[in-house]
């Protein structure tokens, strides 16, 4: 198993001990220290003890396993954030039942209630009674959850 398997592990048990699922971890490189961000959520939203249970449980590990990161490492946990665009199948299923704005190569934008998603399509209930309207996955640009201020 190399070191990215290792973290890749090491990550995966730190979310299922703290009860949330990993959307998404960047790992790059800032000066002359590594940064793992990671970015998590759950049905019911994160708090910060969430975010600090998956940072303090990740931390411990690899505590114990120096070689997963070379040389000095941040962590960053925390929520992917409302104005994050929805990129995968995962994404999508966790924001079922909000309201999303698709973004589409043909340049109209569609904001509607999600109501299915899959490799394919996505399936939007439209604002007004408009009915729903199914949109190729290969025509979405960008999709985003519609945050009501």
């Known amino acids: ?5 290792k973290l890749d592990a090491l990550v995966a048990e730190a979310c299922e001990f703290a009860g949330v699922s990993l959307v998404e971890m960047d790992m790059f490189r800032a000066g002359k220290r590594r940064t793992v961000r990671l970015y998590i959520d759950k049905p019911e939203g994160v708090s910060i003890d969430d975010c600090s249970k998956v940072s303090r449980h990740l931390s411990d590990a690899l505590d114990l396993d120096p070689d ?3 040389g000095a490492y ?14 995968s199948v995962a994404d999508l299923l966790r924001n079922k039942g909000r309201t999303i704005r698709v973004t589409r190569s043909t340049g109209k934008p569609l904001t509607g209630k999600l109501l299915e ?6 399936t939007l209930a439209l604002k007004g009674n408009a009915g729903n309207i199914v949109v190729p996955r290969s025509e979405v640009l960008v999709a985003k959850v519609d945050v009501q201020i």
């Open 68 to 70: 997963v990161i070379e």
């Open 1 to 5: 198993m190399d070191n990215r398997e």
């Open 74 to 87: 941040t962590l960053e946990v925390s929520s992917p954030g409302l104005d994050r665009p929805l990129k």
């Open 117 to 122: 998603a899959d490799e394919d399509n996505l």
